[in-house]
């Protein structure tokens, strides 16, 4: 009898611990994940992998743990380009007094194009995979994703104003969706329904933002219940609070992803639980900009799904997905009063699959799973700050930060190698910020009309 040809795979990637997230709580020692055709083919121990498998690449990760890369669910990624552009101001007076101005004057295809590929680039490096992104010309972020092998899923925006993008919401749905329908067959690539906010768009848009999302099975992604400014606003205008608004409408549903989600009292929460809706915490943009504390562990406590974002380098101003995870547990503690609200595990899956099923894609990404895309970073934990290391996932949580991230793969495909970006030039980013950065500097600060809402 003889032995059985081993199998050929594009590549296996062999690990001290591996952390798949599905099945929950999992931590994995000397195991391999063997790559084919972009896909996760198998996921066994190395010593088995070593006799089962040949492939053309092999890495070999000694002193690493390997997870899903994380999902960053909300941002705004050619805002890069207003990092600390205004800082330690009150909301509407860095909105109107700077953020908008700039904006008005400088929000283009190429802006847009330059900031997201700067955005990709610091994501990337420090473990994001995949973004869910709301600005203008979504065919110029996707252009810059498509550039640098990021996964991103671009938002269709909708707002109530002209913009420089577009004359009015129904204008910037329409070319929304023709960007959506050009790009429909890349890979990488997927699209939302992104109205701004409820108090930047009426019940006629939200009304044909729903249709779309029956029509086209897209999932809404919208700024809900962030400040009590905006619960005011909505009030005093529709005499309701913006959920109970989007309720009436029809909107509460699996598609509706509720950005922030920082004030809503316990019978909303079940509100959007019992209909499967999902809530982005962000929880540094929230601090920074005193907008409060979202209630996560009573979301968890009502199963409802909670996934992290970083909003917008402009109010963050990191595009940090370690950072965030790492905030989201320890306020998680301290609003609850529950060392357990949030433990290490599930702040991890918050950043992975959590993000992947808000959008829709959780049967292709999230999770180390055979059949699901090879989206995996590598994170190194034998630097002398990392020591010692009892608890992998307490670790990544608590301890590591993203500088700790050496490799990230997209589609199978090595995005990030020894800490490296494979397809990006420094050279050409840093000349691009630079440009931008004269530019802005030099723009005046005055009072402008609300181009853009989102941050």
């Known amino acids: 009898m003889t032995a059985a040809e081993p199998l050929h795979a594009d590549a296996i990637i062999e690990t001290r611990w591996l952390i798949p997230v599905e099945p929950a709580d999992a931590v994995l020692s000397h195991h391999s994940v063997v790559v084919s055709a972009g896909r996760i083919r198998d996921i066994l121990p190395t010593a088995e992998a070593r006799v089962r498998y040949v492939a053309a690449t092999r890495v070999s990760l000694e002193h690493h743990v390997l997870l899903p890369g994380l999902v960053n669910a909300h941002t705004h990624a050619a805002m890069t ?43 990337l490096k420090g473990g994001t995979t995949c973004f869910n ?50 790009l429909r067959d890349e890979p990488t690539l997927s699209f939302c329904l992104a109205p701004h906010a409820p108090y930047t768009v009426g019940d006629r848009t939200l009304e ?59 019978q909303e929460i079940a509100l959007l639980a019992s209909h499967g809706a999902h809530a982005v915490h962000c929880p540094g943009s ?31 101003n990191r595009l940090d997905m370690f950072g965030e995870m790492r905030l989201a547990a320890l306020l998680a503690k301290a609003v609850t009063g529950a060392a357990d609200a949030l433990p290490a595990h599930q702040a991890i899956r918050m950043a992975t699959l959590g993000g992947a099923h808000a959008l829709g894609l959780g049967d292709r990404i999230g999770s180390l799973t055979p059949g699901k895309a090879a989206d995996m970073i590598a994170v190194e934990l034998s630097a002398v700050e990392m020591l010692p290391c009892y ?48 530019r802005l500097a030099s723009a005046p600060r005055a009072t402008s009309p609300a181009l853009s809402a989102p941050h």
């Not at 992104?133 to 996707?142: G, L, S």
């Not at 991230?405 to 980013?429: K, S």
């Open 391 to 438: 608890d992998v996932a307490s670790h990544l949580v608590y301890v590591a930060g993203r500088e700790h991230v050496t490799h990230a793969w997209v589609d199978g495909q090595l995005r990030v190698d020894e800490g490296q970006l494979t397809a990006a030039d420094p050279f050409e980013l840093r000349a691009a910020a630079s440009t931008w950065q004269h």
């Open 133 to 182: 992104d709301m600005y203008f010309f979504p065919e110029a972020a996707a252009l810059a994703a498509l550039k640098i092998g990021m996964r991103a899923s671009l938002g269709v925006i909708a707002i109530d104003f002209p913009t420089r993008y577009a004359p009015d919401a129904a204008a910037s749905l329409s070319q929304g969706l023709a960007t959506r329908d050009r």
């Open 81 to 123: 380009l207003l990092r600390g552009i205004a800082d330690d101001l009150p909301l509407m007076e860095w909105l109107k007094g700077h953020v908008w101005p700039a904006e008005s004057q400088h929000v283009s295809h190429a802006f847009v194009y330059d900031g997201t590929l700067l955005a990709c680039a610091e994501m």
């Open 208 to 266: 044909q933002v729903l249709t779309y999302s029956e029509q086209l099975d897209l999932p809404i992604h919208i700024h809900l219940h962030e400040t009590q400014d905006e619960i005011r606003h909505g009030i005093d205008t529709f005499g309701i609070r913006p959920l109970s608004r989007l309720q009436a409408l029809g909107m509460i549903s699996p598609n509706l992803l509720a950005v922030h989600a920082v004030h809503l009292e316990p």
């Open 286 to 316: 929230n601090l920074k900009l005193a907008s409060g504390f979202s209630p996560v562990g009573e979301m968890l406590r009502q199963g409802l799904n909670v996934c992290i974002g970083t909003d917008g380098a402009a109010s963050n």
